[in-house]
């Protein structure tokens, strides 16, 4: 059986893991809050129209 690790290595990886995966998860979700906007502002526009072209 090896012996484990030395406790530094993984706390090391798991700090780069996160200094890589944390600003991308920020980006996804602030992406994600802008398409979303984007969607309902474009669907309230879309309907208000549809609305006036009815009337």
């Known amino acids: 059986m090896a012996e484990p690790p030395p406790l530094l290595l993984p706390t ?3 700090q780069i893991l996160i200094s ?14 802008k398409r ?4 309902s502002h ?9 609305n006036q072209s009815i009337n």
């Open 12 to 14: 090391l990886q798991i």
């Open 20 to 33: 890589f995966a944390l600003p991308l998860l920020l980006s996804i979700q602030d992406q994600e809050e």
């Open 36 to 39: 979303s906007w984007w969607f």
């Open 42 to 50: 474009a669907r309230v526009r879309g309907h208000v129209e549809s």
